[in-house]
């Protein structure tokens, strides 16, 4: 299978001096924007006022979102987990606000990841993973279709959102048993400061000559060649796909050996802060 790289454009012409993804104007605490929204729900039913409301309404969702998506960034997956348990409110505003985000991307980089799985799922029965599935769309997107073979996909996130998903910090061991998956997903998904215990964790699962197929934001990579060369030449991975949106997103598929690595090297590896900082965290502007 010969490697595929592809760079795409799109119509976005000339690449222009952009903006991250996610970006957000003045620091705020989570009880500001708890407080704000109970005075919004006291506006007036006035066309003129409801306009306002709405604005301010959509301004203090996209504020919260973004202050959750920095934490997840810049904090272990435990710290994170520990958060959201606290208050599961956080969850629905952030998957409130990362659906309005999404308005403004090019494509989705699921959708394309979608196509490269159902690819692979069209040739034989397969144990997908979708890691840090959001609302797991992937596994609901399988669902509806009516495929040619079998398959059993796992899909791991903090909240149990909805019906397809298994609660669980993604930095730690899940559930999923060693050699069984055929193909592990991170779609905007290696976001903690301790990512690499995900990495460790896909190794236990990945069946030998399986996959390992990324997304990641375009900005957070330090250096693509760097990134590259962690997952080819540090754990003997081969690159098999890779697709890049100038200025948003970068999709690798990955191939593991006949021969995996033992645990010992790979916890070695992924213990390790060696490498944690090839993604760099996305952190918003302030003013």
Not at 2 to 7: A, G, L, P, Q
């Amino acid at each position: 299978e010969k490697k595929k790289i592809i760079h795409s454009n799109g119509e976005m012409g000339k690449r222009k001096k952009h903006r991250s993804l996610f970006s957000i104007n003045r620091k705020r605490s989570f009880s500001d924007y708890q407080s704000d929204n109970k005075k919004v729900d006291k506006s007036s039913t006035n066309t003129s006022k409801h306009k306002k409301k709405k604005t301010r309404d959509s301004t203090l969702k996209g504020g919260a979102f973004r202050l959750l998506n920095e934490s997840y960034y810049t904090k272990s997956g435990e710290e994170m987990a520990r958060m959201m348990k606290t208050t599961e409110k956080y969850y629905d505003m952030y998957h409130e606000g990362f659906r309005a985000q999404k308005e403004s991307w090019p494509f989705d980089p699921l959708d394309y990841c979608t196509k490269l799985i159902l690819k692979l799922m069209s040739r034989r029965p397969c144990h997908i993973v979708d890691m840090g599935c959001g609302e797991a769309f992937l596994a609901q997107q399988l669902a509806s279709k009516t495929l040619k073979h079998a398959y059993h996909i796992d899909s791991y996130d903090l909240v149990a959102y909805n019906k397809y998903i298994t609660p669980v910090d993604i930095t730690s061991t899940v559930p999923t048993p060693s050699n069984t998956a055929d193909l592990v997903l991170f779609c905007l998904a290696l976001m903690n400061t301790n990512w690499l215990l995900s990495i460790r964790e896909t190794y236990r699962m990945l069946k030998p000559s399986s996959y390992l197929l990324i997304a990641e934001i375009e900005s957070r990579l330090v250096s693509r060649s760097s990134f590259k060369s962690f997952f080819c030449d540090t754990l003997r991975m081969e690159l098999v796909h890779e697709h890049v949106c100038e200025g948003f997103f970068d999709i690798y598929q990955f191939r593991l050996p006949s021969s995996k690595m033992s645990s010992s090297e790979i916890d070695s590896i992924c213990n390790s802060s060696a490498h944690a900082s090839l993604l760099k965290p996305c952190l918003y502007k302030k003013r």
